[in-house]
């Protein structure tokens, strides 16, 4: 049943004409804003402030908030340090500039964090909006301090303002917190656009209801600069089926004749970020049969336009510790996706062409070591290993390459792929296509499924593979059609090579490229 529950906000201050190393490490170590990254998958640099305070050092690249304003993808993000010493907020917002998405600048912290007494002593996902001249950024705030939450809401949706997307100014007579009904614990990520259908603002909000069920709640208003936003029924709630605990993240954007709802998840048994489709911004939503835009070491996946193409934006996660076994962790290097609308109005994937194009220095792949069941024929290897594991294994190619391929699978059981971190004692990480479950997986050198994303696939037919590797991220593409983002600590310094397990494979065209 839809209600309707008008929240009223203090009114909103008058100025507001407006609305309310080593490889660990991709990216250079540089102090101020306004300096070049040389990295395709960059992480914010360290002692960003010039200052000797630990708080300053090293961090890594969180959710990721993207507009495109004249010409430029102006790329906020969560700021996470690699130290947080005791007393300090966190995940403050910080900016990268880029035009062509493959060269970036570092532009430093635009939202700082609050006190232990404000709303925003941690800071979480928002967005930007353009409100007249107006720019408008409501982003998450979260506060657990004990002594705050014995009469506060843990998180609630804040907002700042800007003339010139670089000097915020945080309104702080805005807030707002779960209605009643929802979980005032988790509300957040508020997500804003121009509903050209309502002709009014639109904001969802990542909640739960009193329930414990995930919903992404919507909230509309005509003014942003009243502070008068209306509660609305949700946009999207999880099925029984699905039994999301939280959808995070939330974005919605047309493509040609559909409407796409994105958003991540975190707690189920396919983790990653999620998308659903419709005729109309007002839905019934559907699920397409692969709904994973990624696998689950690419996160929080966002989008922009730049008025052609659509990139969705997401973080590429560390492990903890920082090897190869180590666990998932929160935050890394941003990766960026271009999408693509296939036939039937599914998403696809493949990487942007600025960065295919910064390759393009052909290098050769030097053989380390081939098992007796592989053949070279003129660059094309063919491996034969039904009985017995296949792998021809190559010298190190460095920080940063491209791989191309073309890969055919003889048969209908078995796997094939690539391996990476190969060293003297057999370890290596392994990605590859399991032709039987139909996936794409990528396991670890304890032959630990890490992530995986769904693909049929077909005996006797080829499959173009590109792989772009920098650092410790290992990001496959297919066909231009799918993605699966990896991190493979060790991965620039060792042997990486080809493997067929109970399976015959031939891979054609292997060519390896570098920046010139």
């Given amino acids: 049943m839809k209600y309707k529950n008008t929240i009223m906000m203090a009114s909103i201050f ?9 490889d660990t490490y991709v990216g250079g170590s540089i102090s101020g804003g306004n300096s070049e990254i040389t990295s395709i998958y960059p992480v914010p640099p360290s002692q960003w402030m010039g200052a000797d305070d630990p708080y300053y050092s090293a961090g890594y690249t969180g959710d990721i908030m993207p507009f495109f304003d004249n010409g430029k993808f102006h790329i906020y993000f969560l700021h996470d340090a690699q130290n947080k010493p005791a007393g300090k907020g966190f995940h403050d917002i910080h900016e990268y500039i880029s035009t062509d998405l493959v060269h970036f600048t570092y532009e430093g912290q635009m939202i700082p ?51 010139d997307l670089k000097n915020w100014t945080k309104v702080p007579s805005f807030k707002i917190t779960a209605p009643a009904g929802y979980y005032n614990y988790d509300f957040r990520d508020p997500h804003v656009f121009y509903n050209e259908e309502l002709k009014k603002y639109s904001m969802l909000v990542s909640t739960q209801t009193e329930g414990r069920k995930a919903v992404l709640l919507h909230f509309t208003s ?24 939280m959808m995070e993240c939330a974005d919605i954007f047309k493509m040609g004749n559909y409407w796409y709802l994105m958003f991540s998840e975190n707690w189920s048994g396919n983790k990653g970020t ?28 966002k989008t922009a336009s730049d008025g052609g193409k659509r990139y969705v934006f997401g973080w590429n996660a560390r492990k903890t510790p920082e090897n190869d076994l180590g666990n998932k962790d929160w935050a890394g290097n941003m990766v960026i ?38 053949t070279i024929n003129n660059g094309n290897y063919t491996l034969s290993g039904v009985t017995n594991k296949a792998l021809a294994t190559f010298k190190s190619i460095g920080k940063k390459a491209k791989i191309t391929a073309e890969v055919t699978l003889g048969n209908a059981n078995g796997i094939s792929g690539f391996v990476f971190h190969t060293n003297d004692s057999g370890s290596y990480y392994k990605i590859v296509f399991d032709i039987t479950k139909g996936k794409i997986i990528g396991y670890n050198s304890a032959s630990q499924e890490v992530t995986r994303i769904p693909f049929q696939f077909q005996t006797n037919t080829k499959y173009a593979v590109e792989i772009i590797t920098e650092g410790s991220v290992v990001v496959l593409y297919i066909n231009g059609k799918a993605a699966l983002t990896n991190r493979i600590y060790g991965r620039d310094k060792n042997k990486w090579g080809l493997i067929a397990e109970g399976q015959n494979t031939v891979i054609s065209n292997l060519q390896i490229t570098q920046p010139e």
């Fill in 337 to 374: 996706h271009e999408l693509i609308q296939n036939s039937d109005g599914t998403l696809g994937t493949q990487a942007p062409q600025k960065v295919k194009d910064l390759f393009s220095k052909k290098i050769t792949a030097e053989v380390d070591k081939i098992s007796e069941n592989v």
């Fill in 222 to 245: 005509a003014d942003p600069a009243s502070g008068k936003w209306d509660v609305q029924t949700p946009i999207y709630a999880t099925t029984p089926q699905e039994n999301y605990l």
């Fill in 14 to 22: 008058l100025s507001l004409a407006s609305c309310s190393q080593e």
């Fill in 274 to 301: 999620h998308y659903r489709m419709a005729a109309s911004i007002n839905g019934p939503w559907t699920t397409p049969e692969n709904d994973i835009i990624d696998g689950e070491y690419f996160y929080a996946g």
């Fill in 113 to 163: 964090f609050g006190k232990t007494t404000d709303p925003d002593f941690a800071i979480g996902t928002g967005s930007v909006v353009k409100v007249g001249n107006l720019y408008c950024f409501y982003y998450t705030g979260h506060n657990e301090t004990p002594a705050f939450v014995q009469s506060n809401a843990r998180e609630s949706v804040l907002c700042a303002t800007s003339t």
